[in-house]
């Protein structure tokens, strides 16, 4: 079985993604902060008949993660396809989302550290066996303000904007080699909750453009509008 990893699982984008690989013959590893949490998301993914297991991690503490998608490689043997979508549906210590003007080093380090470096650490626990094999995906989450930025998420967009152009560079490196990469913009608000008028799409409705990626292989980005 081939398996796929999501590195910052939750109810909504992570669980959707791992049904819509689940359901075609995946195995899926899960990788967040709570054990409880993966443990809730392990149980609803068995009981649909997709095998799943959790391993907990702690996406600042780069140590951390790549033990779990070493664990999670030794579980399923390997690792086929890596998504990688942190984002919080709790606060995460640490991290303020603030205007541009209000930026500074202190409040933009934790972003890069959570949004970027954390992408980076986990492909290179993953990116030299799929080079083995000859094949792979690698596939990255951001908001629409890692291409077309908003004043409120002044710090959080640049950190976004930095994995899009490492992710789309990635991307050209690997070419010929059998292991794709590809950001993918979700430009909505996802299930709702955003500024009245604004775009909203359900995570059932994005997730199949994942499994997009991962058949077709043709692009470095792509865009989730409403």
């Not at 297991?53 to 996406?59: G, K, L, Q, V």
């Amino acid at each position: 079985m081939p398996t796929l990893a999501i590195v910052g699982a939750g109810p909504g984008m992570g669980l959707a993604i791992a049904r819509t690989f689940g359901s075609r013959g995946f195995d899926v590893a899960l990788i967040a902060r709570t054990k409880g949490k993966l443990d809730t998301l392990v149980d609803q993914l068995r009981r649909e008949g997709i095998t799943a297991a959790a391993f907990p991690a702690d996406i600042l503490d780069r140590a951390s993660l790549t033990d779990a998608l070493d664990a999670a490689s030794a579980r399923f043997g390997g690792i086929d396809v890596l998504e990688y979508s942190p984002a919080p549906h709790s606060a995460v210590p640490g991290l303020t989302v603030v205007a541009p003007s209000e930026a500074t080093v202190d409040n933009l380090q934790p972003m890069i550290e959570y949004g970027f470096y954390g992408a980076v650490a986990a492909v290179r626990a993953v990116l030299p066996a799929m080079r083995e094999a000859g094949a792979g995906t690698l596939l990255f989450t951001a908001g629409g303000g890692s291409v077309d930025p908003v004043p409120m998420f002044g710090n959080a967009n640049a950190a976004q904007a930095a994995l899009r152009n490492w992710v789309i560079n990635l991307s050209k490196e690997l070419t010929g080699s059998g292991v794709s990469a590809a950001h993918v913009v979700i430009n909505v608000w996802i299930g709702g909750g955003g500024p009245e008028g604004s775009p909203a799409a359900t995570p059932e409705q994005i997730a199949p453009l994942y499994w997009d990626l991962y058949e077709n292989r043709d692009r470095s980005e792509a865009v989730f509008d409403a």
